[in-house]
């Protein structure tokens, strides 16, 4: 391992002079590290000087990792510039939960050394992308889930659904989530839909807040192509990729499928699904 990006979240910045820190043992160990634009300026605006080139967004250089600096919604942004380009990404948590990362920014060098020395392995996540008829979608990539939601309306949405070609059924409420496996315990989770082992090879529906309670969350195949035709008494509806929003037409359609490539996250050999389960969503913790 040679080279190094990291990438960062000003809103969840946790203890700078550990980043700082963090940032020269990264450069001690012989590494070429470079930091992204904003994440550098906003170092910068703290009163630190952070002797490390920088890059944008808009051209992301060839690197043999991906460090992200964050909670879980940095974590995505990192995984949308990067996963292109076959990138793994390494996730230190310096947010809340963080269950997308694989160690905390409090936890000293640990997980770098351990990264450095070669004891992780990679998996490999299915990523979604979402195109439509009627606008272009800038950054059509989510890791997480394509959510179809309500446009400062109350009216309920009527979404007609059609799974590989064939008509599934009208989907009537508040929205519908197309999770990813990885996305299974985001969003997904909180409407009531069933937690995934990340590397499954599925997707998942779920209605949110379902007109007919016989409308139940659907696990699908990855290679599922599933089209969805909106229609609200408002003009316009949301399509939430993975927190950011674009605004479709009433009556438009989306298509939802599996993307090209893959996020390849970088997980501790002594890091498992049952683990992160106790650990992340406290699973056998008396919270009494």
């Not at 008494?233 to 479709?248: M, P, Q, W």
């Amino acid at each position: 391992m040679k080279r190094v990006l990291i990438f960062g979240n000003a809103y969840q910045q946790g203890d700078i002079d550990r980043v700082c820190a963090l940032l020269e043992h990264l450069r001690q160990q012989q590494l070429h590290v470079a930091v992204e634009s904003d994440y550098l300026h906003y170092l910068s605006r703290q009163g630190r000087v952070v002797d490390l080139p920088s890059f944008g967004t808009e051209q992301v250089p060839e690197a043999d990792l991906a460090l992200s600096l964050g909670g879980d919604g940095t974590f995505l942004t990192t995984a949308m510039w990067v996963s292109r380009q076959g990138m793994p990404i390494l996730g230190i948590n310096v947010g809340h939960l963080g269950y997308l990362t694989a160690g905390r920014l409090d936890a000293d060098s640990e997980v770098i050394d351990a990264v450095l020395k070669g004891n992780y392995r990679i998996e490999e996540r299915t990523m979604l992308q979402v195109d439509s008829d009627a606008v272009e979608i800038a950054h059509p990539w989510a890791l997480n889930e394509i959510a179809i939601l309500r446009h400062d309306t109350s009216s309920m949405l009527d979404m007609e659904t059609r799974l590989r070609s064939h008509s599934l059924t009208t989907y009537r409420g508040d929205g519908l989530i197309v999770s990813t496996p990885t996305g299974s315990t985001a969003y997904n989770m909180s409407v009531g839909g069933p937690i995934v082992e990340p590397t499954a090879a599925c997707l998942v529906l779920s209605p949110i807040s379902p007109h007919s309670l016989t409308m139940r969350p659907l696990v699908v195949r990855d290679d599922s192509v599933i089209t969805v035709r909106t229609h609200t008494r408002a003009t316009h509806y949301e399509v939430s990729i993975d927190g950011e929003v674009a605004l479709c037409p009433t009556g438009s359609t989306l298509t939802i499928k599996r993307a090209p490539y893959c996020a390849r996250v970088v997980q501790l050999m002594d890091n498992n699904f049952g683990s992160t389960l106790r650990q992340k969503l406290l699973w056998g913790t008396d919270q009494r």
